[in-house]
């Protein structure tokens, strides 16, 4: 499976854009880009997800290089309840597809 | 938000004993999951299911069984539990659009197993 990797943590102050990146050299030309959050004692959530084109929602909006090798989840203006744990996941073909969760990335928001 | 619940909550039991988590669900989707979470690890997924009594393995289903007899139903059983077994687990489910890899997956909120 295609691996992700991101930073372990990074900070942000309230109302700032937030600029989360994640790597994934490995992409395969059929993986869709996912990113989930999980606040403290919460399952995960889902976020967003694209295959090529960037994608925009009421959440956050999601930058995908033109190469694939990359993404960044871009929240626009952070806010306390945004501090949480952000995992960038591939999702590959197939009726069993699954998702592998790494570790993901600590964003804190600073008031 | 989807219709998942989780039973129970929070679970304390003796090892060596049968432990069944249940996860219910009441959107009607293919595909459901189960994960469990560890300081350190973070989400990693036990087993998963592809429909009624279709399941197979995840990264770390050692000591897991699983079964899915009906739709809105996916229950996850340790035979004789064990205390590496102490975490919380998360159940998931996902749609089956056109393309399946495609949806997103939806989580229940936990249930919080200590095995002592």
């Known amino acids: 499976d295609a691996k992700t990797t991101q930073p372990n943590s990074m900070e942000s102050n309230e109302e700032e854009p937030v600029h989360l990146p994640c790597n994934h050299s490995t992409i395969s030309g059929t993986d869709y880009i996912h990113w989930y959050r999980q606040l403290p004692s919460q399952g995960p959530e889902y976020v967003i997800h694209?295959?090529?084109s960037n994608v925009n929602n009421r959440m956050a909006s999601l930058a995908i290089a033109e190469d694939r090798k990359s993404s960044t989840l871009i929240l626009h203006r952070a806010t306390l309840r945004d501090a949480a744990v952000y995992y960038c996941i591939l999702r590959g073909p197939g009726a069993n597809s699954k998702l592998t969760f790494g570790k993901g990335i600590t964003l804190s928001v600073r008031p | 938000d989807a219709g998942i619940t989780q039973s129970p909550r929070h679970k304390v039991t003796e090892t060596g004993t049968p432990v069944t988590l249940r996860c219910h669900q009441t959107?009607?989707?293919?595909?459901m999951y189960w994960y469990r979470q560890d300081p350190g690890h973070g989400l990693r997924l036990i087993h998963y299911?592809?429909?009624?009594?279709?399941?197979d393995k995840g990264e770390v289903s050692d000591g897991y069984s699983v079964s899915r007899s009906k739709t809105e139903d996916f229950l996850l059983t340790l035979e004789s539990a064990t205390s590496s077994q102490t975490s919380v687990y998360f159940c998931a489910i996902s749609e089956s659009y056109r393309s399946s890899y495609n949806s997103p997956l939806h989580f229940g909120n936990g249930t919080r197993l200590t095995v002592t």
């Open positions: 299911s592809y429909g009624v009594k279709d399941t």
């Open positions: 959107e009607n989707h293919r595909y």
């Open positions: 694209g295959l090529t």
